[in-house]
C-alpha cells in the first residue's frame, strides 16, 4: 500500500505562482511512476504531469512551459506553477503507479482568480 498526501493548494491571482508538494509513504520503493491530475467542476479528471523514478517527465499541453515536475527523493514529488491561469482552477490529486496497482491522495484544491 502506498499513502499521498497533498499539500500546497490555495487561491492566487492571475499569473501568479504555487507550488503543490506530494508526501509518499508506505511501499514506496514500488513505485514507477509519479503524476499530477486536476479535476475541474463539471469535467473529467486530466493529466497534468508525470515523472519517471529515472527522472523522465511529461506535461499535458496546456500546462508545457509555465508547470514543473520534480521529485526530491522518493517520498516527495512536486508541482511548481508559474504563471497560474484561471483556466487551471481545478482540484489537483497526487498520483502513484507501480505495475498492476494506482494510488490516489485526497485532492488539493487551486483556485486562481482573474
Known amino acids: 500500500q502506498v499513502q499521498l498526501v497533498e499539500s500546497g493548494g490555495g487561491l492566487v491571482q492571475a499569473g501568479g505562482s504555487l507550488r503543490l508538494s506530494c508526501a509518499a509513504s508506505?511501499?514506496?520503493?514500488?513505485?514507477?511512476?509519479m503524476g499530477w491530475y486536476r479535476q475541474a467542476p463539471g469535467k473529467e479528471r486530466e493529466l497534468v504531469a508525470t515523472?519517471?523514478?529515472?527522472?523522465?517527465t511529461n506535461y499535458a499541453d496546456s500546462v508545457k512551459g509555465r508547470f514543473t515536475i520534480s521529485r526530491d527523493n522518493a517520498k516527495n514529488t512536486h508541482l511548481q506553477m508559474n504563471s497560474l491561469k484561471p483556466e487551471d482552477t481545478a482540484v489537483y490529486y497526487c498520483a502513484a503507479f507501480r505495475i498492476g496497482y494506482e494510488y490516489w491522495g485526497q485532492g488539493t484544491q487551486v483556485t486562481v482568480s482573474s
Open positions: 515523472i519517471t523514478n529515472g527522472g523522465s
Open positions: 508506505g511501499s514506496i520503493r514500488s513505485i514507477n511512476v
